[in-house]
Each structure stands twice: as structure tokens, then as C-alpha cells.
């Protein structure tokens, strides 16, 4: 692995380690400070939105910010046409340090709150109508990322993705995980954000489903989207010594 791959994939695990951190810690705090479960979701939902946002800021210049295997994995399909995006050795990479980076986040925000460090969820979330929300809200965050990046617009990725993650926490009926490893790593916490780990295939499969129709729209929408797949999810600076 070389030193720019090595870069690469650490920005990947902190800002998906740090992401679940704010998705857990604010449905935390958010418990502590009230009962009205409205409430919570909101406070939890406005934290995860604006976190979202500035640590997209904060790591898309290095990794393009992913945090989100279903991302990484529609990155590398689109883009293996024309050369860009990843390479099937980097979303391999990418899938595994988010992965590690989310269950490490979700980790440290039990440590923040005092809780165990591991506390497996035992909240189920199953159903039909859960799973066609995670359907939706992974095949809307796609289309968001993809027509920013194909438009030239991947400048307000940062902005834009948070806000639609924020919204789709009230329009869709899963409160919008779109991502296997965030879906993984609030398995290990027993707190407002949590799943239980028998919930989480069901999710899991519905977000590769959205994967699929996602990828579907794009191509049928925008034919020439591979070509911007590397600038999925913020634009990468020309410097060789941080993109390649």
C-alpha cells in the first residue's frame, strides 16, 4: 500500500468514525436533554446534518470524503469505463476503514457519555416499510452526489448532502442510514441511534438494492456520469502527492 493510498484510507476511517460519533453522541445527549422523541430526532438530526457537512469539508480534499461503501462502490462501478473514480483496489480499501472507522465511532461516543465502550443495540428496526425507506434514502443520496459531481457542482457537496441527510432523517421511514458501515457500527451502541445487530442485514440488503437503482438512474439520467467520478464526493486537488 503506498503512502497516498495509506493517507487516503485514514481520512476515510477518522471522518466515518467521526460522523458516527456525532450521529450517536447527539441522540445521546439529545435522550439526556428530553422525552419528547420529536424533539430528539430533531437534535439529532440537525447535529448529524451539520457534522456531515463540515467533515465532508474537512476530508473530501484527501479521500473525497465517501465515508459510505455504498458511495465507494457506485464510485468505482461508474467511473471503470473511463479510467476515473476508484480502483477495485481502493474500494476495498475504502470499505474496510469505513467500516472499522464507524464501530470505532460508535465506540468512542459511549466513552464520551460514560457508557460501555460495546453495548450491542436492542433496538429493532425490521420491516418493509423500514427497508423501502432505506431504499429511498440511498438511492436519493446517489442521485444528490452524482449529479453535483456531473454538473460541476461537487463544490456544494459539503452543503447539499448534509441537508438532504438532515431531511431524509423526517421524509423516510428508516430515519435514512444509507450506509452499511454506519448502519454496522450502531450495532455496537445501546443508545437512541442504535440497531440491533438482527436488524442490521435487512438494512444492509436494502441499501445494495438502492445501490442498484440508484446506479440504474444515473446511467439513464446522465450517460456520460463516469466520467466525473472523480470528483465524487469533493473535487480532488491536481497535486499528485494527495490524489494519486
Known sequence: MNPTLWRRLLAEFAGTALLVTAV??????????????????????????????????????????????VVSAADWFLGRRTGTGLTA?????????????????????????KLPAVDFSAKHRTGTDLWLGEV???????????????????????AAVGAYIG????FTSSTSFANPAVTIGRAFT??????????????????L?????????LVALYPSVGSAAGDVVVAHPDDDSVRS
Open 24 to 69: 450517536v453522541g447527539s441522540g445521546i445527549m439529545a435522550s439526556r436533554l428530553s422525552d419528547d422523541i420529536g424533539l430528539q430526532l430533531l437534535e439529532n438530526s440537525v447535529a448529524t446534518a451539520f457534522a456531515l457537512g463540515a467533515l465532508i469539508l474537512t476530508f473530501g480534499p484527501v479521500s473525497g470524503a465517501h465515508f459510505n461503501p
Open 209 to 217: 438494492v438502492g445501490l442498484a437503482v440508484g446506479v440504474g438512474l
Open 167 to 170: 431531511a431524509a432523517y423526517w
Open 89 to 113: 483496489r481502493d474500494l476495498g480499501g475504502y470499505v474496510v476503514a469505513q467500516t472499522a472507522g464507524a464501530i470505532g465511532g460508535a465506540i468512542l461516543a459511549d466513552l464520551m457519555f
Open 136 to 158: 429511498v434514502a440511498t438511492v436519493g443520496l446517489l442521485l444528490l452526489i452524482f449529479a453535483l459531481a456531473r454538473s460541476g457542482r461537487a463544490a456544494v457537496a459539503p
Open 190 to 207: 445501546d443508545t437512541f441511534a442504535g440497531i440491533a445487530p438482527s436488524s442490521v442485514p435487512g438494512f444492509v440488503v436494502a441499501q
